[in-house]
């Protein structure tokens, strides 16, 4: 896919993960401020469609569910299932530190069949 990339603010500070939908005609893009943004990759063009409910800290990576209507985000000490389509968290699961001081950071996220 190509895109033509202008200048687009997503207003959630940087992105730190970028993942498409199974169509290709979406992304969802993981922000340091705590948002999943989603983009509108159709015609070629990124344009913003909507943003899901804010969390309290980064999200490093996102995974797109094959039904397209979940997203799996995983970031410090937590795993949220959102709904595509309300934007709200369905289910988080809050990981547990083995050192009160030392955040449980989650880098990677996949949604099996």
Same mark, same amino acid.
């Given at each position: 896919l190509f895109f033509s990339l202008g200048e687009l603010l997503l207003n959630g500070g940087p992105v730190w993960c970028l993942v498409s939908n199974p169509a290709c005609t979406r992304l969802a893009a993981g922000? /340091?401020?705590? &948002?999943?943004?989603?983009?509108?990759? /159709?015609y070629g063009v990124l344009n913003y469609q909507s943003r899901f409910d804010s969390q309290d800290s980064r %999200?490093?990576?996102?995974? &797109?569910?094959?039904?397209?209507? !979940? @997203? !799996?985000?995983?970031? %410090?000490? $937590? %795993? +949220?299932? &959102?709904?595509v389509t309300s934007g709200?968290?369905? #289910?988080?699961?809050?990981?547990?530190? #083995?050192?009160? $001081?030392? /955040?449980?950071?989650? &880098?990677?996220? #996949? @949604?099996? +069949?």
């Amino acid at each position: 896919l190509f895109f033509s990339l202008g200048e687009l603010l997503l207003n959630g500070g940087p992105v730190w993960c970028l993942v498409s939908n199974p169509a290709c005609t979406r992304l969802a893009a993981g922000t /340091e401020e705590g &948002w999943v943004v989603l983009l509108d990759t /159709e015609y070629g063009v990124l344009n913003y469609q909507s943003r899901f409910d804010s969390q309290d800290s980064r %999200i490093l990576c996102v995974a &797109w569910h094959p039904t397209d209507d !979940v @997203i !799996v985000s995983g970031g %410090i000490d $937590n %795993i +949220r299932l &959102w709904s595509v389509t309300s934007g709200r968290a369905l #289910q988080r699961m809050t990981l547990a530190r #083995q050192d009160k $001081n030392k /955040e449980t950071v989650v &880098w990677c996220v #996949q @949604i099996l +069949r």
